[in-house]
């Protein structure tokens, strides 16, 4: 079984920093990529940014580009997302999921592991 858990949510002020972990336990597995994806009220989950396990190669949404920054540390098993500039439309909760398999990054029915969320609410 593997678990994804994230943390670093919060309350912040626009203009803010936070950063999001997310570490994997359980049994071993490889993976093509991690991602995260967020969650507004009302709206669906959208893709927000993901890093390939091999190589290191990143993508983001057009929205967080240049204000996001997705990175991994293989000895920790961890994948974090650092969130400069934040802005009241970034409030949502975040999921870290895990691709096993080659595929389009981008999308979520892509992703084997998911995990609970964390809460993300920016200030005006």
């Known amino acids: 079984q593997v678990q994804l858990v994230e943390s670093g949510g919060g309350l912040v002020q626009a203009g803010g920093s936070l950063r999001l972990s997310c570490g994997a336990s359980?049994?071993?597995?490889?993976?093509?990529?991690m991602g995260w994806f967020r969650q507004a009220p009302g709206k669906e989950r959208e893709f927000v940014a993901a890093i390939r396990w091999s190589g290191g190669s990143t993508s983001y949404t057009d929205s967080v580009k240049g204000r996001f920054i997705i990175s991994r540390d293989n000895a920790k098993n961890t994948v974090y997302l650092q969130m400069n500039s934040l802005k009241p439309e970034d409030t949502a909760v975040y999921y870290c999921?895990?691709?096993?398999?080659?595929?389009?990054?981008?999308?979520?029915?892509?992703?084997?592991?998911w995990g609970q969320g964390t809460q993300v609410t920016v200030s005006s």
């Open positions: 359980g049994r071993p597995f490889s993976r093509y990529a």
């Open positions: 999921a895990a691709m096993v398999w080659s595929g389009s990054v981008y999308e979520s029915n892509k992703y084997l592991y």
